[in-house]
């Protein structure tokens, strides 16, 4: 049976000529195309998007287009999308915002209606007309899930997550589950039945952002507080896997793209599973992707958390190893601004092993650390190779400490 995933194809100047002929079944001429963002499931599938420029009859326009390729033929989604044929090897082609398996992405994508929703759902004390908002892209994965922030001038800022079908109900319940607790997760405005789940903006601002500031923005304490809040329920929650028990996984996906770094993936995933993988699966109740981004601050302390769809029982040096694993890959930043980071990083990590095993914090921050390190290929970032290295060097260092 094929393994052929599409990803040479798909990365290639081979696809352009899939595009030109999507483009004019659509009615269209594509001047020129570039590759944009790539999500390869080794030996199993590829998906990319492409930034096009477009002339239709109506004049020229900047587009996104998405391609799914797979090595053992189309999903059924897939024939939501248009479809294409390369040699003997059958393709999926979309124009932005007609994701085949987000389809509430093409009413978030405008905001004749997207207003049209929180006008329905009573989002605000007065309708709003559509000149009144203004929507930008937060982060778009391909045929996984989009989130939009809809910010209406002169009032609040909404973000609109767009979902899956088989994910909607559960991240709303996920989301009531929190709030019902007075864990200060996003208040839900809005949930439609094409699947968005429109959320008010926490107060505050993100950690993310805070990290850089002089003072600390919160304490390792107060970290683990909004943590121990979730109630018992979440812990009764189907459970979700670690992220390293797809160690091996994601190191493949690493090593598809830069070969180079294998040999090195292969020692830090043995030193990984032989160090987890008798440690039992834990009941604590967990966040499940706790980092920077997810967290908001205000007066020293923490005042919010977001994207609550990953709640559920594990163990709390996960979440921990998460946040570990984010703030010691932050790309791009200026010589004060790795300073600030370093710091935070002195201050908190003690506190943290003095609430879960050390050795087992750092094995897991390894593990995510791998996962991360998929993400410069995939957003197709400048220098992404020599970013890719760089997480993988932070990942051996965090395994060579518990050797």
Not at 219 to 228: F, G, R
Not at 243 to 255: E, F, I, K, L, T
């Amino acid at each position: 049976m094929s393994t052929d995933d599409g990803a040479t194809l798909l990365t290639s100047d081979g696809v352009g000529g899939l595009l030109s002929a999507a483009v004019t079944h659509a009615g269209g001429d594509l001047v020129a195309w570039a590759l944009d963002h790539v999500d390869a499931n080794p030996n199993q599938s590829t998906t990319a998007t492409y930034s096009a420029i477009v002339d239709w009859p109506y004049g020229r326009r900047d587009e996104l287009l998405g391609v799914s390729a797979r090595a053992h033929g189309l999903s059924a989604s897939d024939n939501r999308a248009e479809i294409f044929a390369d040699g003997d090897r059958e393709v999926a082609v979309w124009l932005y915002p007609n994701d085949p398996d987000l389809p509430g992405l093409a009413r978030a994508a405008y905001p004749s209606s997207m207003v049209a929703v929180l006008n329905a759902y009573k989002a605000l004390p007065d309708p709003i007309a559509p000149d009144q908002l203004d929507l930008a892209m937060v982060t778009y994965r391909p045929r996984r899930r989009a989130v939009l922030r809809a910010s209406v001038r002169g009032g609040p800022t909404f973000f609109v997550k767009v979902l899956r079908e088989r994910l909607f109900h559960d991240v709303s319940r996920r989301h009531k589950l929190l709030l019902d607790a007075g864990v200060p997760a996003p208040r839900i405005a809005a949930g439609t039945q094409d699947f968005l789940l429109v959320l008010e903006e926490l107060p505050g601002r993100p950690l993310a952002r805070a990290i850089f500031d002089p003072v600390r923005p919160c304490t390792a304490e107060q970290l683990i507080e909004v943590l121990d809040a979730m109630p018992p329920a979440v812990a009764e929650l189907e459970r979700r896997p670690p992220w390293s028990d797809a160690v091996d996984h994601y190191a493949r996906m690493v090593g598809a793209a830069v070969p180079s770094e294998q040999e090195r993936l292969d020692r830090i995933v043995a030193r990984v599973r032989s160090g987890l993988d008798a440690i039992p699966p834990g009941d604590e109740p967990t966040h499940g992707d706790f980092h920077e981004g997810q967290v908001h601050v205000a007066g020293g302390g923490v005042v919010g958390i977001l994207d609550v769809d990953t709640i559920g029982p594990g163990r709390r040096a996960d979440d921990l190893a998460c946040l570990i694993a984010h703030l010691s890959t932050i790309q791009r930043m200026n010589a004060e601004q790795e300073a600030r980071v370093h710091g935070i990083l002195r201050d908190w990590v003690p506190v943290f092993d003095e609430r879960v095993d050390p050795v087992e914090l750092r094995l897991r921050a390894a593990a995510v650390i791998i996962s991360l390190a998929t993400g410069p290929y995939r957003g197709q970032e400048p220098e992404w190779e020599r970013e890719t290295m760089r997480m993988v060097d932070s990942a051996e260092a965090l395994v060579l400490q518990v050797s």
